[in-house]
């Protein structure tokens, strides 16, 4: 009887029922071409029927190589853009796209020397975005304190008034400045929220134009009060800056502060052997 070889052997040809149980496994190491047909054989035995579908699995696909974290973060923002956060970088940690340095022990105290120093520079432009809206909620509210304060004394009676940024003196400028710090706050809340560049770009710039608007309003609301003293025999007339205008000052100066840290180009920390 002649023996048929593997190669042989057509699709149609495993419509046959007769062919056998070892004819099948033989096959079956030979032509990964006809595994389907030979599952389906009616001689084709259980042991064969399982090996088929084991081989007939998927491979894995391969692992993505581990990278250092700096690389990681970098990635991540380019795909997505937004910066990562904790659980979304302790994850890729925790799965191995991160790679885990091991370092000497010797090394342990520069080691948190370093991670100090990385801190320390990191951590204006990382808190800078939240302090922007904090900021302009501070500037809101200044505007309902007292710009200045003016008193008068005639004859041992004495008459204060208190002069406000919407006063029609103001000539609107308390509005103006209600309506920019309130953007201000709406675009600081947006960006933390959304944690996207453009977002807080946006959010920065409008803190700076801002800032800068509100510290020259206050700049010349105390040049042209400051706080002064007029005697005319008995009559008197002192002013005085209010500590609205106090406080929108420094406001203003860290508005513009906070929102130049936030567009400022973030330095890569270098990475150096440790000592």
Same mark, same amino acid.
């Given at each position: ?31 990964d071409?006809?595994?389907?047909a030979i599952? @389906? ?17 998927p ?15 970098a990635?991540?923002q ?6 990562a ?14 790679? @885990?340095?091991?370092?000497? $022990? ?7 020397? /370093? ?5 320390q520079?990191? %951590?204006?432009?990382?808190w ?20 200045a304060?003016?008193?008068? +004394? ?12 919407? %006063?029609?003196?103001?000539e ?15 675009? %600081? ?6 944690n ?16 800068l608007? +509100? ?8 040049? /042209?009060m %400051? ?8 009559? +008197? ?20 502060? $906070? ?6 180009p ?10």
């Open positions: 009887m002649t023996v048929r070889e593997p190669a042989s052997y057509t699709l149609a040809d495993m419509a046959d029922a007769s062919i056998g149980a070892a004819t099948l496994a033989e096959l079956a190491g030979a032509r071409d006809l595994w389907p599952s @389906q054989h009616p001689n084709c035995y259980p042991a064969l029927a399982e090996w088929i579908a084991q081989q007939s699995e491979a894995p696909a391969p692992k993505a190589a581990a990278m250092s974290s700096e690389a990681w973060a990635q991540f380019g795909n997505n853009g937004r910066e956060t904790m659980s979304e970088y302790q994850n890729a940690l925790a799965t191995g796209e991160i790679i @885990q340095e091991a370092q000497p $022990a010797e090394g342990a105290v520069a080691q948190i020397a /370093n991670a100090a120093r990385t801190a520079r990191g %951590g204006w432009q990382m800078a975005p939240f302090a922007i809206p904090v900021l302009a909620f501070m500037g809101f509210i200044s505007l309902f304190l007292p710009a304060s003016a008193s008068a +004394s005639i004859f041992g009676n004495r008459i204060s008034q208190k002069v406000s940024f919407f %006063g029609e003196d103001a609107g400028v308390g509005v103006m400045l209600l309506v920019f710090m309130l953007a201000v706050l709406a675009l %600081g809340v947006t960006s933390i929220v959304k996207v560049q453009w977002a807080k770009l946006a959010a920065a710039i409008a803190g700076i134009v801002v800032g608007v +509100s510290l020259i309003v206050t700049i010349s609301l105390m040049a /042209n %400051g706080d002064s003293s007029s005697n005319f025999g008995a009559f +008197s007339v002192n002013t005085s800056v209010g500590s609205g205008t106090v406080m929108l000052s420094i406001v203003s100066i860290l508005l513009v502060v $906070a929102s130049l840290i936030t567009v400022l973030k330095k890569a920390a270098a990475q150096h052997p440790v000592q």
